[in-house]
């Protein structure tokens, strides 16, 4: 259970978010509480890309804040061993590093990661766009750097105060964890997550969210 858990919480927090080069079809994967995950093979890794979509009655600025807010990563996920903002650039954009203490034997790794956030002044569309940088920052001897991660988040505005949230992304654990064990376990991480987020919107604990998003 412990490395299931460690999988799932480990496939989210790696997810740095760009488009990936692909040219395969969606396969819807699972369908359950209004969450719909999907995946997809691709041409630059064994790990397939994953997509997961949801509506949510809530706002850009509360779901923007949710996803954001990195450093409480450890609410949602006992993996989490720590998280430090190292450079804050802008509103949404700051590059952070994340260690995950991983059960044995699996390695310990870390990643480091920028995140930017753009909204479209017409539509209202927030994009979060999450990319790892390893070299930002040193290597540490007793953890394993995360190299290939990428994807995004795309926060649409709908009628009637609900909000759809498209989550894609892509990462490579690295090390020794085979291709096919990892892509059976995520197959639930962004099913997982979804609902994290559904919890944090029901708790009303971010308020009326990021102010300098407009809803």
Known sequence: MRISAFILFFSFLLTAFTSVPVGNEWKKEKEKDGIIVFSRTNEISKIKELKAVAVFHSSLSVISAIILDVENRSRWFE?????????????????????????????DRDIVQEIRTEQDPSSGIVTIQITSIPEYVREEKNYLRLILSQGKWILRPLEGGNIEVIHIYLNDPGGHIPAGLYNLFIRERPYHIMMKIKAEVEEGSYGDGLGWIVN
């Open 79 to 107: 993996s989490c061993e720590s998280v430090e903002i190292i450079n804050i650039t802008n509103q949404g954009e700051y590059i952070y590093h994340l260690k995950i203490d991983s059960p044995f034997p699996v390695e």
